[in-house]
């Protein structure tokens, strides 16, 4: 049985994000509460989940490292996209990372006081990785790094539980056809399954309805839909059962697909697809 | 009333000795002439930070006197604040740390019966007790069946006011009578899961059990056969065997 493998600082995983990067990123995109550019938005989510995923690895004596991230953007250039201390590198371990933010900023907001009235609250928000948007969308070479990267991770953790990639992009590949350096990518493997790629689509086809986790190309607005969705990876029932916490339907043909997330459909995506492990 | 106990614990595979976070008490009794005996054992969560030293606090609490859980949050509180942490330990410790616990009071009642007493389990979570006489399962809880356990049970909170009320849904009080040779077994979630298996499986392991004699080498040799074998989850495990002769 594939992804069972525990998860231990002896025998740690790895999540991957490649982000697209390139011009139309700066374009708006709806947030909940309003709008934000997409670079903005996915920034955000990015540098929460590393908050969350930091706290839930520490413990009093500091952070384990159950897990090495990786943060590629691809845009006027394609490499290592982490800022502050740890830029440069590609895979960096989960307690290097939580003490290495760039800036921690605070940040207010009112909640509500139990007593019908909202009393201000300020949190810490660490900051890793800014939001770009500049250049092309050269998405094969970014599947290229990606490949050796989880090529290399794999070969120093060849028991690990498989490498999980989230990949999010709003465009169409400026560098050729992505669909081979996609595949060979997820085909990668460790003895515990197969990388799992999501790819999380944040069109800008004017006939693209949002769809989440899909079980088939059909109704996918062109091409570009289409390879994302082909080449993703089938969810597991783990994965199937965290859709289900969201309100998410799915079915056993379901792939880590998402169209024309918006931020909380996007955080929502991330969280499916990152959670899903034997951290015991 | 005679009790003769004995504690047996191992870490996590993979992890160090102070990194465990199981907590038991007492570690070995052998009293007569005991009118009341109390044990328990707590299982801290492995999300939280402080969790063992939570763990600890209440598994004392309850054998010493009884859960005073106001009481102990404070005591974790002070053990907690006052010291400068990173970022990511704040929210932690301000979530609080969570265990949960299997408490058990066994009580003589030699005036009415020189062979007999009664016993009471208290339990939150998964931790749980066996009552076991010869080789027949008498009570068990307060998870009864291997396939109820998941990684969400509801545990005791270092944060949460208030005292534990019995009409908790959450927390589950039983109560019975022992007689001279019965044994009582408190386990952490993962052997509990194991015992529960075999047991339902055609074998019950009370005479292994019981073979185990006071032997933490022989408790750390069997669950290291059992991990490698994949029975038993690579957890912080933990047993009290509490004999009444």
Redesign the interface.
């Known amino acids: 049985m594939p992804y069972q493998a ?1 998860i ?3 025998n740690p995983s790895c999540f991957l994000f490649l982000i697209d990067q390139s011009s139309s990123m700066s374009e708006e995109v709806s947030a909940g509460d309003g709008n934000q550019q997409k670079a903005s938005g996915v920034a955000d989510s990015i540098n929460r989940w590393l ?1 969350e995923l ?3 690895c ?3 004596d500091g ?1 384990r490292d159950y897990y090495h991230v990786g943060v590629i953007g691809y845009g006027r250039s394609v490499g290592p996209a982490f800022v502050g201390s740890i830029a440069g590198r590609d895979m960096v371990p989960i307690s290097e990372i ?2 290495c ?1 760039a800036r ?1 900023e605070e940040k207010t907001s009112k909640i509500p006081d139990g007593a019908g009235g909202l009393v201000e609250q300020t949190a ?1 928000v ?1 900051v890793w990785f800014e939001p770009v948007a500049d250049g092309g969308t050269p998405m094969c070479r970014a599947a290229m790094e990606g490949q050796r990267i989880i090529q290399d991770w794999v070969g120093q953790n060849p028991a690990g539980f498989p490498p999980i990639v989230i990949h999010i992009t709003d465009g169409e590949a400026t560098d050729g056809d992505p669909m081979s350096r996609m595949r060979s990518l997820s085909q990668l493997a460790s003895s515990d399954g197969n990388v799992m790629l999501f790819n999380i689509h944040m069109s800008a086809n004017p006939d693209a309805t949002p769809v989440s986790f899909p079980d088939s190309a059909d109704g996918l607005p062109d091409e570009y839909s289409k390879m994302l969705f082909e080449t993703a990876s089938p969810l597991t029932p783990t994965m199937r059962a965290l859709a289900k916490e969201h309100r998410i339907k799915t079915t056993d043909k379901s792939r880590g697909f998402v169209l024309n997330a918006d931020m909380v459909l996007l955080a929502q995506a991330i969280d499916i697809g990152t959670r899903p492990s034997n951290l ?1 | 009333m005679w009790i003769c106990t004995q504690a047996f614990h191992v870490p ?1 595979h ?1 992890n160090a000795a102070e ?1 465990y976070e199981d907590a038991f008490f007492p570690d070995r009794v052998s009293q007569r002439g005991l009118t009341a005996f109390r044990c328990a054992v707590a299982d801290g969560a ?2 939280s ?2 969790a063992g030293e939570w763990a600890q606090i209440l598994v004392r609490s309850f054998g010493r006197r009884r859960l005073r859980l106001a009481q102990n949050q404070r005591t974790w509180q002070r053990l ?1 604040q006052g010291r400068p942490v ?7 410790l301000a979530n609080g740390a969570h265990a949960a616990l299997a408490g058990l009071l066994l009580r003589d009642r030699r005036q009415r019966n020189p062979r007999r007493g009664s016993w009471r389990a208290v339990a939150i979570g998964d931790s749980c007790i066996f009552h076991v006489r010869g080789d027949e399962l008498l009570a068990v809880g307060p998870v009864c069946r291997s396939d109820d356990f998941d990684n969400n049970p509801y545990l005791v909170s270092s944060k949460n006011s208030g005292p534990l009320r019995r009409d908790d849904p959450h927390v589950s009080i039983v109560s019975g009578s022992w007689r001279l040779k019965d044994i009582f077994y408190l386990t952490t979630d993962a052997l509990a899961q194991w015992i529960l298996a075999e047991y339902e499986a055609g074998r019950p392991p009370w005479k292994f059990l019981r073979a185990l004699g006071g032997k933490q080498k022989s408790f750390e040799a069997v669950i290291e056969d059992l991990r490698k074998s994949k029975a038993l ?3 912080d495990t933990t047993l009290i065997r509490v004999e009444v002769k």
């Open positions: 525990e231990s600082r002896d908050q930091s706290i839930k520490a413990k009093s952070v939580a003490d933010p921690i810490k660490p015991t | 996590k993979g990194e492995s999300e930070a402080y907690v990173p970022w990511y330990l704040e929210r932690k989850r690579n957890d």
